[in-house]
Nanobody, 120 residues
Framework: QVQLVESGGGSVQAGGSLRLSCAAS????????MGWYRQVPGKERELVAT???????NYANSVKGRFRISRDNAKNTIYLQMNSLKPEDTAVYYC??????????????WGKGTLVTVSS
């Protein structure tokens, strides 16, 4: 089992910045890619950004140029630096880790989520 613990959420005014962290613990040997997703009530969870073990990154178009994902493999931790935040970035942000190094697909690990609120 893997535990994902997020931190860094909070409230900020539009134009501000926040940094999220997600630390993985437990049986992390199966993890290849990690990432951040977000969800607002009544909508589906959507991808924000992902990073592989080789630091290949992928971003949603809505956050490109404003958010930056990074990874510290030694600490099994990923970060999401969020700049120029907009009210539409308000959501619960979830950390995600796949299990592809063990050829387990569709059974990702998820954190409990951290709330980000951006006021106008």
């Amino acid at each position: 089992q893997v535990q994902l613990v997020e931190s860094g959420g909070g409230s900020v005014q539009a134009g501000g910045s926040l940094r999220l962290s997600c630390a993985a613990s437990g049986e992390t040997i199966c993890i290849s890619a990690m990432g951040w997703y977000r969800q607002v009530p009544g909508k589906e969870r959507e991808l924000v950004a992902t990073v592989t073990g080789d630091n290949i990154t992928n971003y949603a178009n809505s956050v490109k140029g404003r958010f930056r994902i990074s990874r510290d493999n030694a600490k099994n931790t990923i970060y999401l630096q969020m700049n120029s935040l907009k009210p539409e970035d308000t959501a619960v942000y979830y950390c995600n880790a796949d299990r592809e190094l063990c050829f387990i697909f569709g059974m990702d690990y998820w954190g409990k989520g951290t709330l980000v609120t951006v006021s106008s």
